[in-house]
């Protein structure tokens, strides 16, 4: 075979090895890499100076280090996942807590318990629950794009917002 076919073929495939796996880099970063969560500014909460029990709060509440790092497949039932992160030290207990988005829709979190940088997935399809894979079990997929993914504590209080990419 001639030199000058030979580099010929070798750039050829140089260039469609890269071109594929430029391709499946780009579908990746699209459907599945996180994106980083919005800053949000807390507001002071208002003193009160009543003796009972604090009503729960709708302002992000940010002394416990959990957030909500990404939700996945957006619209599509069989691929939707919410990653919830617990960035703190010791452990959260995550029993009660619950999910929700703007139309209702509440996850309510089981007997689960997350160590210092440990995450679950809440999957919206049906499935087998695991230590790191929650099952909603819902029919229809929850999420849409610009909606707040919302995490509460089991006292009501906000504790973690995500804007839907």
């Known amino acids: 075979m001639d030199r000058r076919k030979l580099i010929q073929y070798l750039l050829l495939n140089v260039f ?15 459907n599945y890499r996180a994106v980083s969560q919005p800053a949000v500014i807390q507001q002071a909460a208002p003193a009160s100076s009543s003796d009972s029990a604090p009503a729960p709060s709708t302002e992000l509440q940010t002394d416990i280090p959990v957030k909500i790092s990404s939700v996945v497949g957006a619209g599509a039932l069989e691929s939707e996942i919410v990653v919830v992160k617990f960035e703190g030290e010791g452990q959260l ?18 007997k689960l318990t997350l160590y210092p940088n440990g995450a679950v997935q809440v999957h919206t399809s049906s499935g087998t629950d695991t ?29 973690a917002v995500y804007r839907v990419p």
């Open 16 to 30: 469609v090895s890269a071109s594929v796996t430029g391709g499946i880099l780009f579908w990746y970063d699209r």
């Open 93 to 110: 207990d995550l029993t009660s807590w619950q999910l929700k988005d703007e139309n209702g829709n509440t996850f309510t979190f089981p």
């Open 131 to 159: 230590v790191i894979d929650l099952y909603w079990g819902i029919g229809d997929a929850v999420w849409s794009s610009g909606e707040n993914a919302r995490l509460f504590d089991s006292q009501g209080n906000l504790r």
